[in-house]
T-cell receptor
Framework: DTGVSQNPRHKITKRGQNVTFRCDPI?????LYWYRQTLGQGPEFLTY????????KSRLLSDRFSAERPKGSFSTLEIQRTEQGDSAMYLC?????????????FGPGTRLTVT | AQSVAQPEDQVNVAEGNPLTVKCTYS??????LFWYVQYPNRGLQFLLK??????LVKGSYGFEAEFNKSQTSFHLKKPSALVSDSALYFC??????????????FGGGTRLMVKP
């Protein structure tokens, strides 16, 4: 049973550059979530997909952030014109269809450092 | 808006002693409640959840949690702590009455230190 995978695991970039992260959910899961976690804090919700449709976006997701899930399988999160405040761990999670009682399964995260 | 509070940044216990990690929540409707654990350089691992039914729920690695609606709490417990339980623990809530209820709202986390 393969879990949620994320690539890359670490990314160091210079301020102003664009970065893209990839998430591969558990294969039978149709729901996919992105969260951001800064040091010493709990994860904060960014966005949610059901299949290929992006159904929810947090106010944290500024215009510089965009997420896609083109075929309802893997997802990408792109940050344009990165800022130092974007440095964080970006977590992807997936869950199965059905009621909201299904737990989310998290990937190992992508740690972004903006210098 | 839904919120979660974990009042203790760190909990220290001796191996073999019982442990409790506290969590209180605020939602407008009925909650779904979850506990996750995070080890260094790892993603969050699901421990247990409360959806409905028995207020005492059992989860992975011998952990359990008690849902208390009147106190809006969902404390995590284990009868006998292990050194390997040392990690960061997060409580999370999903509000059933919130139309944007797919997101989880997490607490700030509690670091559990179990000493031999």
């Amino acid at each position: 049973d393969t879990g949620v995978s994320q690539n890359p695991r670490h990314k160091i970039t210079k301020r102003g550059q664009n970065v893209t992260f990839r998430c591969d959910p558990i294969s039978e899961h149709n729901r996919l979530y992105w969260y951001r976690q800064t040091l010493g804090q709990g994860p904060e919700f960014l966005t949610y997909f059901q299949n290929e449709a992006q159904l929810e976006k947090s106010r944290l997701l500024s215009d510089r952030f965009s997420a896609e899930r083109p075929k309802g399988s893997f997802s990408t999160l792109e940050i344009q014109r990165t800022e130092q405040g974007d440095s964080a761990m970006y977590l992807c999670a997936s869950s199965s269809a059905g009621g909201l009682g299904y737990e989310q399964y998290f990937g190992p995260g992508t740690r972004l450092t903006v210098t | 808006a839904q919120s979660v509070a974990q009042p203790e940044d760190q909990v220290n216990v001796a191996e073999g002693n019982p442990l409790t990690v506290k969590c209180t929540y605020s939602v407008s409707g009925n909650p779904y409640l979850f506990w996750y654990v995070q080890y260094p350089n790892r993603g969050l691992q699901f421990l247990l959840k409360y959806i409905t039914g028995d207020n005492l729920v059992k989860g992975s690695y011998g952990f359990e949690a008690e849902f208390n609606k009147s106190q809006t709490s969902f404390h995590l417990k284990k009868p006998s702590a292990l050194v390997s339980d040392s990690a960061l623990y997060f409580c999370a809530v999903r509000d059933l009455h919130n139309n944007a209820g797919n997101m989880l709202t997490f607490g700030g986390g509690t670091r559990l230190m179990v000493k031999p």
